[in-house]
């Protein structure tokens, strides 16, 4: 158990349906990343918050994607109009970070999104 | 962009003997890190390996970097059943602000 939770961790939708997930990081974590993850890769990066700034999005985060850290505790990632191609793994993590040597990130168990 | 590759994409080996994984990667880093992840759950944190360190154990973990070839292996010894999973490097940038993972080796320890 890594301490951070993610709402829920089943999602099957329809193609067009907006879909939002929930991430409550370790309490006392100032970062928290947002990736996706398909079948047989790794987890890519979509963007990453400090507090509640997001600092960081990837190309990979088009503009149905959007990601919120309002008050610096957990966020929400919410995917407009959804796509087949949308259906992943979305992981979420957290670190505590003081400087850039030594960073360790903790995930959560992943929210699974279907788009049918 | 994913940055690190790990070889072999997939391993296959009995209980009780050594596991090496390898991983390259692009550019200058911060540190690397390993994670393992069970099939459909999220990933655990192994190790953490600084750039100007060469070599880190960790119980039967055993992780080395050479920043000269941008490469690093993970050894897991006398394998168990329960090692079976997949394994992530993760390259982290010199900001540290971001973590790029490879493509991750599949591991299959058989009883």
């Known amino acids: 158990d890594t301490g951070v939770s993610q709402d829920p961790r089943h999602k099957i939708t329809k193609r067009g349906q907006n879909v939002t997930f929930r991430c409550d990081p370790i309490s006392e974590h100032n970062r928290l990343y947002w990736y996706r993850q398909t079948l047989g890769q790794g987890p890519e990066f979509l963007t990453y918050?400090?507090?509640?700034?997001?600092?960081?999005k990837s190309r990979l985060l088009s503009d149905r994607f959007s990601a919120e850290r309002p008050k610096g505790s957990f966020s929400t990632l919410e995917i407009q109009r959804t796509e087949q191609g949308d259906s992943a793994m979305y992981l979420c993590?957290?670190?505590?970070?003081?400087?850039?040597?030594?960073?360790?990130?903790?995930f959560g168990e992943g929210s699974w999104l279907t788009v049918v | 962009s994913q940055q690190g590759e790990e070889d072999p994409q997939a391993l296959s080996i009995q209980e009780g003997e050594n596991a090496t994984m390898n991983c390259s990667y692009k550019t200058s880093i911060n540190n690397l890190q390993w994670y393992r992840q069970n099939s459909g759950r999220g990933l655990v944190h192994l190790i953490l390996i600084r750039s100007n360190e060469r070599e880190k154990h960790s119980g039967r973990l055993r992780v080395t970097l050479d920043t000269s070839k941008k490469s690093s292996s993970l050894l897991i010894t006398a394998s168990r059943a329960a090692d079976t999973a997949s394994y992530f490097c993760a390259t982290v940038h010199s900001t540290g602000n971001q973590f790029y993972f490879g493509t991750g080796t599949s591991l299959t320890v058989i009883p």
């Open positions: 993590a957290s670190s505590l970070w003081r400087d850039s040597s030594g960073n360790t990130i903790y």
């Open positions: 918050f400090q507090n509640e700034a997001q600092l960081e």
